[in-house]
């Protein structure tokens, strides 16, 4: 068992991680630009409602309670790294807004609060729509084998072990373009986005069902 533990590991981390399927790495770019290391509790928490939904979707679609079609999950999945992209850039032209009408600091931390409820229920249903990607992975790799819960379960924590290393890795880059090379900011998370956006945008066309 341990070994079999291991093996799905090691799948879940190597999914989450891999280039060739970058369409999931760029959606968690999108859902963490714009916060730093002083903004981990929040970031946290919106780690956390993506991983509570792509954690429900992965155990219902692996076990076949519920299913959809690859095509369309294909096509939803830039669609979410789109939207939260638009969503940051949104929020940041906002509090740049905002800074200027009051006076505030257009960098100050209140402007990551703005519609945090609005974003975290995206980052819950997207994370549903991201499970059903990865359940089309898992269920490939396990074929028609009847006992899945051993290897469902150690792909999850593959997976989140591998997205908790990605994020580990944007805050520090984040925290080396800001602190060490002082760039603003607004200026990173409007390039973190658009650098999310533009990929997802071209995925978005080539996957249109039909």
Known sequence: MSSAFAVYLELGFRHIADLAGYDHLLFIVALAAGYGF?????????VTAFTVGHS???????????????????????LTILLTALNTLWEQRTVSADAAATHRPPDSPAGHLRGRRVKYGMALFFGLIHGMGF?????????????????????????????????????????????????????WTR???LGAALPALALLASRVPG
């Open 56 to 78: 429900i979707t992965l155990a219902l679609a692996t076990l076949r309670v519920v299913a959809m079609s690859s095509v369309w999950v294909e096509f939803l999945i830039p």
């Open 135 to 187: 359940s089309n992975f898992l269920r490939a790799l396990l074929g028609e084998e009847e006992g899945i819960a051993w290897p469902l379960f150690s792909f999850n924590v593959g997976l989140e072990i591998g997205q908790l290393v990605i994020l580990a890795a944007l805050l520090l880059l984040t925290w080396v373009v800001v602190r060490l090379l002082r760039v603003r900011p607004v200026t």
């Open 191 to 193: 390039f973190l986005s």
């Open 38 to 46: 002083s903004h981990w509790r929040e970031l946290l928490v919106l």
